[in-house]
T-cell receptor, first 115, second 113 residues
Framework: DTEVTQTPKHLVMGMTNKKSLKCEQH?????MYWYKQKAKKPPELMFV???????INESVPSRFSPECPNSSLLNLHLHALQPEDSALYLC??????????????FGPGTRLTVT | TQLLEQSPQFLSIQEGENLTVYCNSS?????LQWYRQEPGEGPVLLVT?????EVKKLKRLTFQFGDARKDSSLHITAAQPGDTGLYLC?????????????FGKGTLLTVNP
């Protein structure tokens, strides 16, 4: 099973709202990622969690707050977003890169629209 | 400077034609992945290549990894409308020491019936 699930599929929120995106994987992967993707562009890395600890933050604004409650779950908390934050948000997971072939498996994404 | 150059960026062809997408870099990759992404969905992993000179086939898709592990190509034979999508190459230049994949800019392929 190489499935990464994400909820919700679509989200529309106002600039004063607080919402959360959720991601789950059951492949035993110990690295999980959040990406942001604009239309027809490659994904842009936002955060990496390794063994449930934040290991990379790509200078993401504080209105995005990641959380890794356990090795299977990854959340992205959203607060006071801007319209330019509208995008497809992708979650991915992988084995520890130091343990063999490095492949990331992506979820289906959450289409976020900020109004 | 783009670390991973992917070409062409856009490709529109008729059903039944063949095509090749290229992914080139001045860096050596420990491994390289090809993904296909349909609109509104996440990228789906097609293949991983690891060994220089490696060739892998997935039905009508043929993937090659250059001998020096700095380039790769994806060849599609007799393209079908179902092949339409954004094709992304992505590689690990760190030898597994960090968690970052380097992505190409993508090739947006349209196969017309």
């Amino acid at each position: 099973d190489t499935e990464v699930t994400q909820t919700p599929k679509h989200l529309v929120m106002g600039m004063t709202n607080k919402k959360s995106l959720k991601c789950e994987q059951h492949m035993g992967h110990r690295a999980m990622y959040w990406y942001k993707q604009k239309a027809k562009k490659p994904p842009e890395l936002m955060f990496v969690y390794s063994y449930e600890k934040l290991s990379i933050n790509e200078s993401v604004p504080s209105r995005f707050s990641p959380e890794c409650p356990n090795s299977s779950l990854l959340n992205l908390h959203l607060h006071a977003l801007q319209p330019e934050d509208s995008a497809l948000y992708l979650c991915a997971s992988s084995q520890d890169p130091g343990r063999g072939t490095y492949e990331q498996y992506f979820g289906p994404g959450t289409r976020l629209t900020v109004t | 400077t783009q670390l991973l150059e992917q070409s062409p960026q856009f490709l529109s062809i008729q059903e039944g034609e063949n095509l090749t997408v290229y992914c080139n870099s001045s860096s050596v990759f420990s491994s390289l992945q090809w993904y296909r992404q349909e609109p509104g969905e996440g990228p789906v992993l097609l293949v991983t290549v690891v060994t220089g000179g490696e060739v892998k086939k997935l039905k009508r898709l043929t993937f090659q990894f250059g001998d020096a592990r700095k380039d790769s190509s994806l060849h599609i034979t007799a393209a079908q409308p179902g092949d339409t999508g954004l094709y992304l190459c992505a590689g690990d230049v760190s030898g597994g020491s960090n968690y970052k994949l380097t992505f190409g800019k993508g090739t947006l392929l349209t196969v017309n019936p």
